[in-house]
DNA sequence: GCAAAAGTGTTTAGTTTACACCCATGC
DNA sequence: GCATGGGTGTAAACTAAACACTTTTGC
């Protein structure tokens, strides 16, 4: 087989055994890491995100992300649980891994590695807990400029729930336990950033056989109102399809 | 508006002063932080993934992805590149970051968080620069076990690269410049893991109209030559759609 | 009774699938 | 001349899109 000539100058840390690995972890190369999260709601049929006022001077006026450094004892995912736990009070929500961003000068602190989130939570079921720093909600669509680089981050999120909710199952994760068809495609709607005929709509979310007619309808709307659906996960672990197909 | 009566005691961070996150940033917090490159060939008509030994006694004869240190002075993407070019000699790569894993104990020597990025590479191209530590292409398919959590992180970037073919014309980066639409169709049945129909293949990619025919053949094939094809990035970008459908 | 949204089917267009025969080359 | 894969078209099934009128409720 050909070897090149090219030089083994970078071959090193194929060779590093493990207490210098240990000391380079111990010692000079380790890094600040932190966790934002990308908090969408959805309300007055708008998606919307969890901003607080930034804490930093260069930064003032400006909203930014919540997030926090990771504690070296703590897990990726318990940062990101605990920063959300923190500012809404809530536990068990639909929360996903979206990127890492890491540009040397993101922070002014100086290094900060930040792992970014997103999740998605049912505004209408609770209360902000702890209002400092304005902590409040924001229309996604309506944002322009947030500290550091969180609109880049706030962007690239942004982007993958426009993928993912297509793909998933996730717009449920925005509404209360009950909720209407036209709210349903209000969500979708208000993501994708787009209108939907109303009749396909519903004989698609029919069609796949996952809402279950819970028997309740809408009270104290101004109009006729329309019947109640709960989501059952369970008829859509058994029935989600594997999805193949060439399509760019 | 109602306040919330759940405690406070963990609004810290919101107050936190430059100079505060500063000397955080600066010491306590800090966490070893790694790449690791998942190089995706294909070759043999099979998906392959590049691999060396571990250097760690406690992964002894385990085989184990490429990945090294992040220095805190040096940007992600650079640190994946750095790593891919040290062991293939590439440096105009397509490469994704794929996800960021952060188990406590996933590492030896301790707290490692390790960016993982996945990497397509034309294997025909080229020959491997460095062997060290047995650096060779392992069929995908065959891989039981990995050093670290990089069985894992192998898994998840496999599934990460079956979605995005799907959807993103990633295949070219694994073959040639010139290659038949035989060749093309062998990529897609080696990472999606099925079989297509040859007339359909082709319909759909003559649809699509950035493959340019090169008026060249096949050479030293024992049977009928085929035809050989680019493919045209700019008509891919000007062409590509805005996919809007939810199925799941 | 009027405003506002719920509920409901059918037709058309487009896309995906299934399928079989002749052709060009190397040996 | 035979083995091997290249190259090609059509019909059927399915999926997505377009589209309008009647019903129920609050006021």
Redesign the pocket.
């Known amino acids: 087989m050909h070897m090149s000539k090219s030089s083994h100058t970078s071959q090193a840390q194929t060779i590093k055994s493990l207490s210098a690995i240990q000391s380079e972890v111990e010692s000079i190369n380790r890094i600040a890491l932190s966790v934002d999260c990308v908090i969408f709601g959805f309300d007055e049929n708008k998606l919307k995100v969890l901003l607080i006022r930034s804490d930093l001077k260069k930064f003032q006026g400006k909203w930014s992300l919540l997030g926090d450094l990771v504690d070296p004892r703590e897990e990726l995912d318990e940062a990101a649980s605990r920063i959300l736990k923190q500012r809404t009070g809530l536990d068990d929500v639909y929360m996903e891994q979206v990127k890492t961003f890491g540009s040397l000068h993101r922070h002014p602190a100086g290094r900060v590695v930040t792992v970014v989130y997103y999740s998605l939570i049912n505004i209408q079921n609770h209360k902000l807990k702890i209002l400092d720093n304005e902590l409040h909600w924001h229309d996604v669509s309506e944002i322009e400029d947030l500290a550091f680089d969180h609109k880049q981050i706030l962007d690239c999120s942004y982007e993958q729930l426009q993928r993912r909710v297509q793909e998933h199952p996730l717009a449920f994760s925005l509404l209360p336990k009950k909720f209407?068809?036209?709210e349903l495609q209000n969500v979708y709607e208000a993501i994708l950033n787009i209108k939907m005929?109303?009749?396909?709509f519903?004989?698609?979310f029919f069609a796949m056989d996952f809402l279950v007619d819970i028997d309740e309808m809408e009270q104290d709307?101004?109009?006729?109102?329309?019947?109640l659906y709960n989501f059952n996960y369970n008829k859509y672990e058994k029935k989600k399809k594997k999805w193949?197909?060439i399509?760019f």
């Open positions: 209407s068809l036209r005929d109303r009749r396909n519903r004989k698609k709307v101004p109009h006729r109102p329309g019947k193949v197909g399509d």
